[in-house]
């Protein structure tokens, strides 16, 4: 199993990730939480996408291309993975295209704007393990306490409504073509192109769970 997540920031890729990779015990390669590892730990790379991270815009590229390409040849990929957050641009599309990635579906998670704004604000995050929270509509057993481990639960700092706003026009500008990207690839060459499906993401967290389990089976 190899697939893609797709969707808005905040749209709830991370959250359907969790389950997802559950099921079919696959990893989930979500392209944001590795590159906020690398600014947590101070690494060369964090250091050159912390400040485009912050303001949302996106990483370069080939920053993100080679980052995929090594992190999908390691062992635990052989079964499958889950791409959270990536592709995220024609270009990155086009790299595994082009490099025989071979993909089995593309699950695109649509939800308006003005939901996702608000989704966003009350956001929390295990910063460890990237388990995702909502203080209203997903939330921990204990507040702002991690339910695995306990620990302090915190607030992305891209996730500030200004900032939202900007990820979003990022969004709709670079990574929304690749709905079309894939569906035209669909009709054209059914069999070699991932299969595609649009859930509509507004509901509980368990009913969209249900929608996309239903669409992978
Ligand atoms: P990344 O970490 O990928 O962030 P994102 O795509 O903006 O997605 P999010 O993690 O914000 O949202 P999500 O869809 O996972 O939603 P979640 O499940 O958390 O990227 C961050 C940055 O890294 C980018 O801006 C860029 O700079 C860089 N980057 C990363 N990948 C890149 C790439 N490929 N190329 C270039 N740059 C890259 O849910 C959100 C909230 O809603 C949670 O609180 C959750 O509990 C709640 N929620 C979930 N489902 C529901 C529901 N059904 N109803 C109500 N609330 C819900």
């Known amino acids: 199993m190899r697939l893609i997540l797709l969707g808005a920031p905040g749209a709830g890729k991370g959250t359907q990730a969790q389950f997802i990779c559950e099921q079919f015990k696959i990893p989930q390669i979500s392209t944001g939480d590795m590159l906020r590892t690398a600014i947590k730990d101070g690494t060369e790379l964090g250091l050159k996408v912390k400040e485009i991270m912050n303001s949302g815009g996106l990483v ?3 920053i993100i291309i080679d980052l995929v390409k090594e992190r999908i040849s390691q062992p635990d990929c052989e079964n ?3 791409f959270d957050g990536f592709p995220r641009t024609i270009p990155q599309a086009d790299a595994m295209k082009e490099g025989g990635v071979k993909l089995d579906h593309v699950v695109e998670i649509a939800v308006p704007d003005e939901e996702i704004v608000s989704r966003l604000a009350g956001r929390r995050v295990h910063q460890a393990s ?3 929270y909502h203080v209203d509509h997903n939330p921990p057993k204990e507040p702002g306490k991690d339910d695995v481990t306990g ?3 915190i607030q992305r700092e891209d996730d500030q409504e200004s900032t939202v706003r900007n990820r979003l026009s990022v969004y709709h500008d670079q990574t929304a073509p690749l709905v079309e990207y ?3 690839w669909a009709a054209q060459d059914p069999q070699s192109a991932p299969q595609y499906h649009r859930i509509e993401g507004v509901g509980s967290v ?4 249900r929608q996309v389990k239903e669409a992978l089976s």
């Open 60 to 62: 370069s590229d080939d």
């Open 130 to 132: 990237g388990r995702v």
């Open 182 to 184: 894939y569906q035209q």
């Open 151 to 153: 620990e302090t639960l």
């Open 80 to 82: 499958g993975f889950l």
């Open 206 to 209: 368990t009913d969209i769970t």
